[in-house]
């Protein structure tokens, strides 16, 4: 942490170094580099196939790369489980939303928050002062997040009836609950119509603003990507095609092959 | 769409319940709670020990209902646990001459023990491979405690005979009224205590699980341990209900914690609502009356009558007991505003 403060501001937040994963003889990411900096929204395209679910699960710790490494502020996370991820600081929401559906809107959020508070059973079950204070505490946080999210109509509501669009809300709301620094975002944009996809992108940029985290966007929606991100990264076939500004990715000749064939078509 | 995010996105293991619907209002616990405490006063000897009983088994309903409503997994193996707890009580005490009160806490430690301990294998199984691994625990159970090897203590397949206690202090009631009395107040320190558990902070940790797991391990929550602990509770609970029930008994002998009994608990918990504490008490009056009325309707047919009895609960209220509290709220709610 201290460390982290004190580095120069161009070190990167997150760097992957060369992440190759291999099931069984297909590989499906092969030796892909890039870094994150502070405060970035980085864009993480391709076409189906092209490995950027399989780098995500990597961030995420669900698969184990081959080779590589991947580093939080200059450590390791290729040793933690995954449910030691969300404690240095990488939240994430997934590709479908991944709620508890039987819970409310606040009890969800109030999940999130299972990273940064303690507790145990006995502590729990007698509800000690600590554990009222903590709980206190707790609420105070999440009604803060569900007011930011403009959610608070429904905290009390449980989650399985809420419209996609809400349940996508929440989970953010969730994300944000553990204080990321890095959000993991799982393409946002699914399932969602033309103006709910800018009120997204809307959205995330807000949030990156005022909350100062750095967002990991990976999107098929190419209008989102290429209207928020400050940096993008191709990739096709599991290698790193091109990396650059919006502009520069869009104009590069090997991007616009993999999406459209080849020019001459 | 990755294996991983197939499985984030499949339906929970257990329709569960929202965690606010899952205790009574205040209005109501006062009055259960009255009637509780007031009842016993006016009834005979023999009402009283059915009382406890209800008592006994509701508290053995509610483990089991943390473990499954709470944190979504199943056990059919929950008479193992609470036959661990009521050897330990009657063995501490006629053994080793230490006071009843003293052995329930000892068998709550030591089922939470051997809870925790099942739970780490059980960690790799799920819905019903899960409980199919418990049923095996409730098989194997009556006839460990049948070995020559531990027959010094356990008395074999005799079993052994409890002695009830007195009312302490030289309280003018009744040994049965006394423990009932005695049981009571546990079954509200631990419902408590259950409530307070399933709103905190780890509770939440188990519903997450129970509806998500991989979502749930993205927070930070630590699955396998979580798991582990919901089996421990559960068993630390039963093994203080069978403490209790081997002191109400007065006996204990290793064909009374069969598999039956496991079934027994699962059928309350079905019949009471699944998640839904409260309902553990309903579930557990359903298994102690039901068969005596079948009983009263026919001597010969009293197991068919049973069953047809349950096809109807199931039939007419999926969810239990909570179904029918939820409809007569509504219909309170209705009268009021008229």
């Known amino acids: 942490m201290t460390q982290a403060q004190l580095a120069p501001t161009n070190d990167p937040l997150l760097a992957v170094r060369d992440v190759s994963v291999v099931f069984g003889g297909i590989v499906a990411l092969n030796g892909v580099s890039f870094d994150m900096q502070q405060g970035q929204i980085l864009g993480l395209i391709g076409p189906n196939g092209a490995g950027k679910t399989t780098l995500f699960n990597c961030l995420s710790r669900l698969y184990q790369p081959s080779a590589g490494d991947i580093l939080m502020e200059g450590c390791s996370i290729l040793t933690r489980p995954p449910h030691r991820i969300a404690e240095i600081g990488i939240g994430r929401t997934f590709q479908n939303v991944a709620l508890f559906p039987n819970l409310s809107v606040l009890d969800n959020v109030r999940v999130g928050t299972h990273a940064r508070t303690s507790s145990d059973i006995i502590s729990d079950s007698l509800r000690l002062a600590w554990i009222r204070r903590s709980e206190k505490s707790v609420n105070t946080k999440v009604h803060e997040i569900l007011a930011y999210l403009n959610l608070e109509e429904v905290a009390h509501k449980a989650v399985s009836g809420l419209p996609f669009g809400t349940q996508k809300r929440v989970e953010l709301a969730r994300a944000l609950a553990a204080d990321p620094k890095i959000l993991l975002l799982d393409e946002p944009a699914g399932g969602l119509n033309h103006e709910e996809v800018y009120v997204l992108g809307d959205l995330i940029r807000r949030i990156r603003d005022d909350r100062h985290v750095t967002v990991l966007l990976v999107e098929h929606h190419m209008g989102l990507v290429m209207s928020i991100a400050d940096h993008v990264v191709a990739l096709n076939f599991g290698r790193k095609l091109a990396e650059g500004t919006p502009a520069q990715v869009q104009a590069d000749p090997d991007v616009i092959k993999a999406y459209l064939g080849s020019k001459d078509q | ?338």
């Open chain 2, 1 to 338: 769409m990755s294996a991983v995010e197939e499985i984030a996105s499949q339906a929970p293991a257990v329709e569960a319940v929202p965690k606010r619907a899952m205790t009574l209002s205040s209005g109501t616990t006062f009055v259960v709670v009255l009637l509780l405490l007031v009842v016993p006063l006016f009834v005979k000897n023999f009402i009283i020990f059915q009382m406890t009983m209800l008592l006994i088994y509701g508290l053995a309903v509610l483990a089991l209902n943390i473990l499954t409503g709470g944190s979504g997994q199943f056990s059919l193996g929950q008479s193992a646990f609470y036959a661990v707890g009521a050897y330990t009580s009657a063995i501490l005490m006629e053994q080793y001459n230490i006071n009843y009160a003293l052995t329930l806490p000892v068998a709550g430690v030591i089922c939470f023990g051997f809870g925790f301990l099942f739970g780490q294998p059980a960690l790799r199984l799920s819905g019903v491979y899960l409980a199919l691994a418990t049923f095996a625990l409730a098989t194997a159970m009556p006839q460990i405690l049948k070995l020559g090897f531990f027959e010094q203590w356990t008395g074999g397949v005799q079993g052994l005979v409890v002695t009830k206690p007195d009312a302490p202090f030289g309280l003018p009631m009744s040994q049965d009224m006394w423990l009932y009395y005695f049981t009571l107040a546990i079954t509200i320190a631990i419902y408590i205590f259950s409530v307070n558990l399933l709103r905190s902070r780890s509770g939440r940790a188990f519903m997450a699980i129970r509806d998500n797991e991989i979502a749930a391990s993205a927070m930070g929550i630590d699955v396998a341990t979580y798991k582990t602990l919901a089996f421990g509770v559960s068993a630390g609970i039963t093994g203080v209900a069978g403490g209790l029930g081997a002191i109400a008994v007065q006996f204990v002998a290793p064909d009374s914690y069969t598999i039956v009994l496991a079934i027994s608990l699962f059928l309350g918990m079905v019949v009471g609502g699944v998640g839904w504490l409260p309902g553990s008490f309903v579930g557990a009056a359903f298994i102690i009356f039901v068969p005596n009325i079948a009983e009263g309707i026919s001597k010969g047919l009293s197991g068919a009558v049973f069953g047809v009895l349950l096809f109807l609960v199931i039939f007419l209220v999926p969810h239990g007991s909570r179904q029918v509290a939820m409809v007569a709220q509504q219909l309170l709610g209705k009268l009021r505003k008229n």
